[in-house]
């Protein structure tokens, strides 16, 4: 087993080279481990043999070979594993299918999780949680020890990263309502809404007038890069998807909060996006659910629908989770199981507070667990 490193030099940029190098480098006796970073920077390089007046407009990106081809060339020979890194404006996760033909496989890497970040952070359980809610899992964020030296690093990654790479890709001129529209949803974290409703809330709140069109535009924009995730609503017992309203969570709680100046940290959304975030870092598929219930008041019947603030999806089983924070009283415990206990099913119930509590039983079988026994259990779900 070999591993091939490659230093991009300015002549490796050029495709041709990279190609000529690896297999002047190769042998068919010995595996072969090829690692390319940031490939989106490589070039384009123009074909000598092709006559440009004969190859039609739409067809003109075939008057150059790129390092996809070479790579989809070189991926044909048993003996290489190459694996490729790269994010950016020239290269987002929906364009790897496209360029590598779905030879490819892609891996996605997500910031640090809360029993990843108390592992490295040497701090108490209930201290590192309250860092992690305020900070996230940015790596260089939790590397960095001084708050103020976290909060500009990523302030200038949420700026200087992620939007200047979205304005470069999608060639947005005036960045002002996308500004108003992140500003926005990462304010609502954990809520029901849809274009409209941001749309409005734009007007009145940001007074930036966008069309519902490019709300739903804009949104695909930072869902693609990574800034949010999508949560669809499932009707449980109607067993199918409804279209609106969905809910949006940060991808890291850490960039919503210093994109918002640290000013809005509301715990209970808060720690709802976080183990959303944790769900879809196991790998589950994620929903929010919808349970329709009736019942009668003064004669009449009313119709109300309640909300399981996860569906976890394991194939044919299923696990309803709610992020209750705090049920001290019995008003608000009542309030949270009762979407559960309408489910109309046996799956499994988990009702997560905030905290360190240990996991218990209730007489309907709804389970109980602070939310950091909750994380840092890497089968809690399956328990």
């Known amino acids: 087993m070999l591993l091939l490193r490659i230093k991009f030099a300015l002549g490796a940029l050029n495709p041709n080279k990279l190609y000529d190098f690896i297999l002047k480098n190769l042998n068919k006796k010995e595996k072969f481990y090829i690692f390319i970073d940031e490939i989106q920077l490589c070039y384009r390089i123009k074909k000598d043999d092709t006559d440009e007046a004969s190859v039609p407009e739409e067809d003109r990106d075939l008057l150059y070979t790129t390092f996809y081809d070479i790579l989809n060339d070189l991926m044909v020979r048993k003996n290489l594993d190459i694996y490729v890194t790269g994010s950016n404006s020239r290269l987002l996760s929906k364009d790897v299918a496209t360029n590598f033909r779905d ?45 103020n030296e976290k909060a500009e690093y990523l302030k200038n990654l949420f700026s200087k990263i992620y939007i200047a790479d979205i304005k470069e890709r999608y060639k947005l001129k005036d960045e002002e309502p996308l500004s108003a529209l992140i500003n926005v949803v990462l304010s609502a974290v954990g809520s029901l809404t849809n274009p409209h409703k941001l749309n409005n809330t734009l007007v009145s709140v940001q007074h930036a007038k966008l069309s519902e069109h490019t709300v739903k535009k804009y949104l695909d924009y930072l869902e693609d890069s990574f800034i949010i995730k999508k949560a669809l609503r499932y009707d449980i017992k109607g067993k199918s998807y409804l279209d609106y309203p969905s809910k949006y969570y940060a991808s890291d709680i850490g960039l919503r909060n210093a994109r918002l100046n640290f000013r809005q940290q509301e715990r209970t959304h808060i720690m709802e996006n976080i183990i959303y975030n944790e769900l879809i870092a196991r790998g589950y598929s994620v929903d929010v659910g919808v349970v329709q219930v009736s019942s009668t008041e003064n004669g009449v019947q009313k119709k109300t629908n309640l909300e399981i603030d996860f569906i976890v999806n394991q194939g044919f089983n299923k696990v309803y989770i709610q992020s209750a924070f705090s049920i001290d009283d019995a008003e608000k415990k009542r309030q949270e199981t009762r979407p559960l206990l309408n489910s109309g099913d046996f799956f499994k119930k988990i009702v997560i507070v905030d905290g360190n509590q240990k996991r218990t039983v209730d007489e309907n079988g709804i389970i109980y667990i602070g939310v950091i026994p909750f994380l840092l259990e890497k089968d809690s779900i399956e328990k």
């Open 103 to 147: 030879r490819g496989v892609e891996i996605k890497l997500y910031p640090l999780s809360f029993s990843e970040y108390y592992e490295y952070a040497g701090l108490e359980k209930a201290d590192a949680w309250e860092e992690y809610m305020t900070y996230g899992g940015m790596p260089l964020a939790v590397l960095e020890k001084d708050e």
